[in-house]
T-cell receptor, first 115, second 110 residues
Framework: NAGVTQTPKFQVLKTGQSMTLQCAQD?????MYWYRQDPGMGLRLIYY???????DKGEVPNGYNVSRLNKREFSLRLESAAPSQTSVYFC??????????????FGSGTQLSVL | GQSLEQPSEVTAVEGAIVQINCTYQ??????LSWYQQHDGGAPTFLSY????GLEETGRFSSFLSRSDSYGYLLLQELQMKDAASYFC???????????FGSGTRLLVRP
């Protein structure tokens, strides 16, 4: 059982380049999330998708776009990368039952450097 | 605004008990979760408190007081493998938006 799979694991971009981070989960979860984590800091929510077909902004959405392609997949796109977007990106999923206590399952992360 | 505050670092001795505190300010608060993250790894879920009181899971316990907007994670019989960062997280605005604190780095001394 793979859980949450993110690709790529590492990426180096030049300022202004674009790229898409891919995320897929095989747990039949309704909700999916993208977080970024900067050194020595907590996770900040970029976007989330409570269910297939819906997406909502989190704490730091500027400079990013997302697509909930289907129930399994949730991608994060950087249209024009900036050095401030250098970070570790985590995708996560949860059952999304709406009862509270969402238990998030995280992917292994993508380390992104923008030069 | 919405925020969760934690101490940046806590140090304890192997075999001891350590408490990591979390205070929060938010509207539409559902409950408080705790996650563990080892260096270079992904966060993993530890516990969740929806109601006031203590929840126990093995060596780990978590406490919530809604009236005080305060919770803590208690780790007993500390082991070297418990050295990690611990994050409290809360669901805000009655939504699925899970917001994390900045994390507490736990150092365990032999």
């Amino acid at each position: 059982n793979a859980g949450v799979t993110q690709t790529p694991k590492f990426q180096v971009l030049k300022t202004g380049q674009s790229m898409t981070l891919q995320c897929a989960q095989d747990m039949n979860h309704n909700s999916m999330y993208w977080y970024r984590q900067d050194p020595g800091m907590g996770l900040r929510l970029i976007y989330y998708s409570a269910s297939e077909g819906t997406t909502d902004k989190g704490e730091v959405p500027n400079g990013y776009n997302v697509s909930r392609l289907n129930k399994r997949e949730f991608s994060l796109r950087l249209e024009s990368a900036a050095p401030s977007q250098t970070s570790v990106y985590f995708c996560a999923s949860s059952d999304g039952s709406g009862q509270g206590g969402e238990k998030l399952f995280f992917g292994s992360g993508t380390q992104l450097s923008v030069l | 605004g919405q925020s969760l505050e934690q101490p940046s670092e806590v140090t304890a001795v192997e075999g001891a008990i350590v408490q990591i505190n979390c205070t929060y300010q938010t509207s539409g608060f559902y409950g408080l979760s705790w996650y563990q993250q080892h260096d270079g790894g992904a966060p993993t879920f530890l516990s969740y408190n929806a109601l006031d009181g203590l929840e126990e899971t093995g060596r780990f316990s978590s406490f919530l007081s809604r009236s005080d907007s305060y919770g803590y994670l208690l780790l007993q019989e500390l082991q070297m493998k418990d050295a990690a960062s611990y994050f409290c997280a809360g669901e805000m605005d009655s939504s699925y938006k899970l917001i994390f604190g900045s994390g507490t780095r736990l150092l365990v001394r032999p």
